[in-house]
C-alpha cells in the first residue's frame, strides 16, 4: 500500500514546481508543459521510479540507539565545517547548518536547517562528542552512563613473592637460628 501514491503519482500532471528538494532535474520537467502528453506518457512512468531510487539513496540521518551508546549520522556534505553547529540543550542535541547564498551547477541556492534529537536517559549532556567525515557525514555521539549496582570489580596486583616461596624462606631463617642457639657455649644461653 505505500506504493500506491508513487503509482498513481504519474496519473497528475507534472510541474517544475513539484520537484523534490535535492534532486535534479530533468529535461522532460521543462518540456512537459510545452509539448503534447502523448509524447511524454512512457518517460513519465518511468520518472517516478528514478525519484524512488534517488530518495533511497538520500537516507538523511540515521539514529541509533543501545545500551551503550546514543548515535545520530547526518549526512552535511553541503556545508562546509564551520557553517555547522552542535549543542546541547535542555535535554537534546540541536544541530544546525547554515550557508549563504552560493553559485552551483543549477544556479544560485542558500540551505539553512536545524535538527533536533532528545537525548535519551542515561546519556550525560556533558559526554556528547561530534565528528566529521571527509565525505560529509557528520556523526554526533552520546555515551550512556553505565548503572552503578555498588558492586565494582577490584583489580588484583601481584607483588612479592608467593606465600610458599615466604614460608620456605622463614622456615630456612628460623632452622639458621636454631643452629647458631645449638653452637653458642651454654653458659651465654638462658634458659
Known sequence: MALLPYLLDDLRPRRIRDQLFGLDLSPDDFLADIVDRPMLSVRKYIRPWRNLAAVARD????????????????????????EISVKTS????VIEGKHEERKDE???VSR???????????????????RLSSDGVLTVLAPKVSESKNERAI???QTGPVRR??????????SAEEEAIEKT???????
Not at 165 to 174: F, L
Not at 185 to 191: A, I, T, V, W
Open 59 to 82: 537516507v538523511g540521518s540515521t539514529i541509533k540507539s543501545d545500551k551503550d551508546k546514543f548515535q545520530v549520522n547526518l549526512d552535511v556534505q553541503h556545508f562546509d565545517p564551520e
Open 112 to 130: 539553512h536547517f536545524t535538527r533536533r534529537y532528545a537525548l535519551p536517559e542515561g546519556c550525560n549532556p556533558e559526554t556528547v562528542e561530534s
Open 90 to 93: 535542555d535535554g537534546y542535541v
Open 185 to 191: 657455649p651454654q653458659k651465654k644461653r638462658k634458659k
Open 165 to 174: 616461596k615466604a614460608h620456605e624462606e622463614q622456615e630456612m631463617n628460623g
Open 155 to 157: 583489580p588484583i596486583t
Open 106 to 108: 543549477h544556479g544560485y
